[in-house]
């Protein structure tokens, strides 16, 4: 069964730091490239960043670049993503994603597509709440 939990949420003044995790299990980790993706209340799902399976690479939205940092542990099954010099307009529901390919990529496609969905991921958790407010 594939499962991604993701935890790390809370609430953080404007400025601050959090870490979120993704604890993926069910399929084969090393196989994918894995997304966060976040989402707020009445507004579209947005693209934050994808990293490729190695963990070599990782492609960052503009809104989040130098100051998010996703990164991934292929012996844990496990993604991160440090969100530092938070903004108000980051609040929102983090999920972590799976692609939809093995050993592929709909990344190009999916960083030009609107509005973007979770249904076009593999698969994806429960997200994560991140607050920042003062």
Not at 75 to 99: F, G, H, P, W
Request: charged share 20%; hydrophobic share 35%; with cysteine.
């Amino acid at each position: 069964q594939v499962q991604l939990v993701e935890s790390g949420g809370g609430l953080v003044q404007p400025g601050g730091s959090l870490r979120l995790s993704c604890k993926a299990s069910g399929f084969a980790f090393t196989s994918y490239w894995m997304y966060w993706v976040r989402q707020v209340p009445g507004k579209g799902l947005e693209w934050i960043s994808v990293t490729r399976i190695s963990g070599d690479q990782t492609y960052y939205a503009d809104s989040v670049k130098g100051r998010f940092t996703a990164s991934r542990d292929n012996v844990e099954n496990k993604l991160y993503l440090q969100m530092n010099s938070l903004k108000s307009e980051d609040t929102a529901i983090y999920y972590c994603a799976r692609d939809a390919i093995q050993y592929g990529t709909r990344w190009f496609d999916l960083r030009k597509k609107s509005p973007l969905s979770l249904t076009d991921f593999g698969a994806w958790g429960l997200g994560t709440q991140v607050t920042v407010s003062s």
